[in-house]
């Protein structure tokens, strides 16, 4: 079974609205972020909320509720924030997982840029294993992280009935971005 990982930066929303997909389909699957702290919206833009990576969702969810209900059930944080402690107890930081995953996909090319360039050849290549790590543009917002989700799950359906991913994946790329319609950015590295 194909492993995967979804990155985004803070493993709030498009992250783990993919891993809530893929996960609800049998998919073995985690999800983190590339952030140096979890962000969220504010009361005002100069003022997000910002936790440590692995404050736990509910916690998260309990402070917001507490600041300001309303406002943070208007702008669905609480809702999201619901849906995320349904999954896992608190976000992850890409860069001190030690797990191994078959395709890594990012929702944003910076994150795409901090995986490839920064954190996997930091790591060196011990086992010598490829990984796949595709990055889908998604913007950070309810709508368009419940429409990539769908997205990234039709791609992970197509990987996950590849004879061979490896040799096949430029060409399952091509296909699922004429069914998605969204961009993509692709490379190989190694575990």
Same mark, same amino acid.
């Given at each position: 079974?194909?492993?995967?990982?979804?990155?985004?930066?803070s493993n709030q929303n498009r992250s783990m609205e993919a891993?809530?997909?893929?996960?609800?389909?049998?998919?073995?699957?985690?999800?983190?972020?590339?952030?140096?702290?979890?962000r969220l919206p504010g009361q005002s833009i100069d003022k997000p909320n910002i936790y440590p990576f692995g404050t736990p969702y509910d916690h998260i969810y309990?402070?917001?509720?507490?600041?300001?209900?309303?406002?943070?059930?208007? %702008?669905?944080?609480?809702? !999201? +924030?619901?849906?995320?402690?349904?999954?896992?107890? @608190?976000?992850?930081?890409?860069?001190?997982?030690?797990?191994?995953?078959?395709?890594?996909?990012?929702?944003?090319?910076?994150?795409f840029d901090a995986v490839c360039e920064v954190d996997l050849i930091g790591r060196g290549e011990e086992r010598n294993l490829p990984v796949h790590i595709i990055n889908?543009?998604?913007?950070? %917002?309810?709508?368009?992280? !419940? +429409?990539?989700?769908?997205?990234?799950?039709?791609? @992970?359906?197509?990987?996950?009935?590849?004879s061979n991913v490896d040799q096949d994946m430029q060409t399952i790329l091509e296909k699922w971005k004429e069914k998605s319609k969204y961009s993509y950015l692709?490379?190989?590295?190694y575990f």
């Amino acid at each position: 079974m194909v492993t995967f990982a979804i990155i985004c930066a803070s493993n709030q929303n498009r992250s783990m609205e993919a891993h809530y997909t893929l996960s609800k389909k049998g998919f073995k699957v985690a999800s983190f972020g590339t952030g140096s702290a979890v962000r969220l919206p504010g009361q005002s833009i100069d003022k997000p909320n910002i936790y440590p990576f692995g404050t736990p969702y509910d916690h998260i969810y309990q402070d917001l509720q507490k600041k300001d209900f309303r406002l943070y059930s208007q %702008n669905g944080l609480l809702d !999201m +924030l619901d849906r995320n402690r349904k999954i896992k107890r @608190a976000p992850e930081r890409w860069q001190e997982t030690t797990g191994f995953y078959d395709i890594i996909i990012t929702c944003e090319e910076r994150c795409f840029d901090a995986v490839c360039e920064v954190d996997l050849i930091g790591r060196g290549e011990e086992r010598n294993l490829p990984v796949h790590i595709i990055n889908v543009e998604i913007k950070d %917002n309810h709508e368009d992280a !419940m +429409l990539g989700g769908k997205a990234i799950l039709q791609l @992970a359906e197509m990987v996950e009935k590849a004879s061979n991913v490896d040799q096949d994946m430029q060409t399952i790329l091509e296909k699922w971005k004429e069914k998605s319609k969204y961009s993509y950015l692709h490379c190989v590295a190694y575990f």
